[in-house]
C-alpha cells in the first residue's frame, strides 16, 4: 500500500495511521457554516482518534439543473477555504472540475479532488498531479473498480503518487446508485488508500425536487459506512450540514452534523476490531 502524506501533517495507508475523516458541507454556502462545520467536525474526529480534512466545493459544476446554486466561484471559494485553514489548523480539499483551477486551488488545498464524472478526464486529472498536492479521485458511477488502474496509471506516470480513490456507488438503473464492498478491496489492490464516500452512495440522481435535483435517502448513510469500515477503508467521506434539508447542494444526502460524533465513533471501533483481528482472505 502506497502511504500519503497529507499537508506534511499525517499519513494516510500506514498500518498505523488511523481512519481519515474528509467532513464538510457539499458547498460553501457562508463563512460562518464553513466555521462551524469545521469546528464540530474536527472535534468529533479528534474525539474519535480519526485524522480530519475539512471540505467544501467553491463550485458545483454538475448540478442537476442550471439554476441550482453553484457556490462562492473560485477566488472567493478558496479565500473562505483558506481561513477555515489558518483558523482551525486543519487541512482542506475542494474539487476542481477544469485543468485551469487546479493551480490557483493548490496554493491553498491540501487535496485536489477530482468529481465521479470527471475522473478519466486526462487533461484535468493531469493538471492536479503535476501540482504535487494529494489527487482524491472518486470512481465514477460507470466504471468498474479495475477499470481505475488506467487513472492510477496516469497520476503515477506524472510523478505524484499522493494519490486517493474514492468509492461513491455505482448506477443500477434508474435513479439509484448501488455500491458493491468489493469495489474497496479491488480498488486497494491497486496500491491506493481507499475512502468511502457515505453519503454520495445514497443519492439518486433527478429524484428531488420534480426531477430537478438529486434526491437520496441519508438513513442509509450510517448502515453504508460501517458496512464499509467491517469491509476495510482507509478513509470515510461525509457531507454534513447543521440543517440538511436547508442546505444549498446534496439536501437529501447530507448527514445531520449532530449525529457525527455517534457514527464516528461506532466506524472506530468496527475499524479496531478489524484491525486487532486482521484481515481474512
Same mark, same amino acid.
Given at each position: 500500500?502506497?502511504?500519503?502524506?497529507?499537508?506534511?501533517?499525517?499519513?494516510?495507508?500506514?498500518?498505523?495511521?488511523?481512519?481519515?475523516?474528509?467532513?464538510? +458541507?457539499?458547498?460553501?454556502?457562508?463563512?460562518?457554516?464553513?466555521?462551524?462545520?469545521?469546528?464540530?467536525?474536527?472535534?468529533?474526529?479528534?474525539?474519535?482518534?480519526?485524522?480530519?480534512?475539512?471540505?467544501?466545493? =467553491?463550485?458545483?459544476?454538475?448540478?442537476?439543473?442550471?439554476?441550482?446554486?453553484?457556490?462562492?466561484?473560485?477566488?472567493?471559494?478558496?479565500? /473562505?477555504?483558506?481561513?477555515?485553514?489558518?483558523?482551525?489548523?486543519? +487541512?482542506?480539499? *475542494?474539487?476542481? %472540475?477544469?485543468? #485551469?483551477?487546479?493551480?490557483?486551488?493548490?496554493?491553498?488545498?491540501?487535496?485536489?479532488?477530482?468529481?465521479?464524472?470527471?475522473?478519466?478526464?486526462?487533461?484535468?486529472?493531469?493538471?492536479?498531479?503535476? *501540482?504535487? &498536492?494529494?489527487?482524491?479521485?472518486?470512481?465514477?458511477?460507470?466504471?468498474?473498480? #479495475?477499470?481505475?488502474?488506467?487513472?492510477?496509471?496516469?497520476?503515477?506516470?506524472?510523478?505524484?503518487?499522493? !494519490?486517493?480513490?474514492?468509492?461513491?456507488?455505482?448506477? =443500477?438503473?434508474?435513479?439509484?446508485?448501488?455500491?458493491?464492498?468489493?469495489? $474497496?478491496?479491488?480498488?486497494?489492490?491497486?496500491?491506493? +488508500?481507499?475512502?468511502?464516500?457515505?453519503? %454520495?452512495?445514497?443519492? &439518486?440522481?433527478?429524484?428531488?425536487?420534480?426531477?430537478?435535483?438529486?434526491?437520496?435517502?441519508?438513513?442509509?448513510?450510517? %448502515?453504508?459506512?460501517?458496512?464499509?469500515?467491517?469491509?476495510?477503508?482507509?478513509? !470515510?467521506?461525509?457531507?454534513?450540514?447543521?440543517?440538511?434539508?436547508?442546505?444549498?447542494?446534496?439536501?437529501? *444526502?447530507? !448527514?445531520?452534523?449532530?449525529?457525527?460524533?455517534? $457514527?464516528?465513533?461506532?466506524?472506530?471501533?468496527?475499524?479496531?476490531?478489524? &484491525? &486487532? =483481528?486482521?484481515?481474512? /482472505?
Amino acid at each position: 500500500m502506497n502511504q500519503v502524506r497529507v499537508g506534511n501533517r499525517f499519513d494516510v495507508g500506514a498500518p498505523e495511521s488511523p481512519l481519515l475523516l474528509i467532513a464538510g +458541507p457539499c458547498v460553501i454556502e457562508s463563512y460562518d457554516l464553513c466555521i462551524e462545520v469545521a469546528t464540530k467536525a474536527k472535534q468529533a474526529a479528534q474525539a474519535c482518534g480519526f485524522n480530519y480534512v475539512f471540505k467544501a466545493s =467553491f463550485d458545483k459544476a454538475n448540478r442537476t439543473s442550471g439554476s441550482s446554486y453553484r457556490g462562492h466561484g473560485l477566488e472567493a471559494g478558496l479565500k /473562505i477555504l483558506q481561513a477555515v485553514k489558518q483558523e482551525l489548523d486543519v +487541512p482542506v480539499v *475542494t474539487d476542481v %472540475h477544469e485543468s #485551469w483551477q487546479c493551480a490557483p486551488a493548490a496554493e491553498v488545498c491540501d487535496i485536489l479532488q477530482i468529481p465521479a464524472f470527471l475522473c478519466r478526464q486526462t487533461d484535468l486529472v493531469l493538471a492536479a498531479a503535476v *501540482t504535487g &498536492r494529494v489527487v482524491n479521485i472518486k470512481k465514477g458511477q460507470f466504471l468498474a473498480p #479495475w477499470d481505475m488502474k488506467n487513472i492510477v496509471s496516469k497520476v503515477y506516470e506524472s510523478g505524484n503518487t499522493s !494519490l486517493l480513490l474514492t468509492e461513491r456507488g455505482s448506477s =443500477f438503473g434508474y435513479n439509484t446508485l448501488v455500491v458493491d464492498m468489493t469495489s $474497496l478491496p479491488q480498488m486497494r489492490g491497486l496500491g491506493c +488508500p481507499v475512502i468511502f464516500d457515505a453519503t %454520495h452512495s445514497v443519492q &439518486r440522481p433527478g429524484a428531488g425536487a420534480g426531477g430537478t435535483s438529486s434526491g437520496g435517502l441519508r438513513e442509509f448513510v450510517p %448502515h453504508l459506512a460501517r458496512a464499509a469500515a467491517a469491509v476495510g477503508i482507509d478513509g !470515510l467521506f461525509l457531507e454534513v450540514h447543521p440543517e440538511p434539508e436547508k442546505g444549498l447542494s446534496d439536501a437529501a *444526502t447530507m !448527514l445531520p452534523l449532530h449525529r457525527l460524533p455517534e $457514527l464516528l465513533q461506532q466506524v472506530n471501533e468496527i475499524d479496531a476490531t478489524l &484491525r &486487532r =483481528f486482521g484481515a481474512i /482472505i
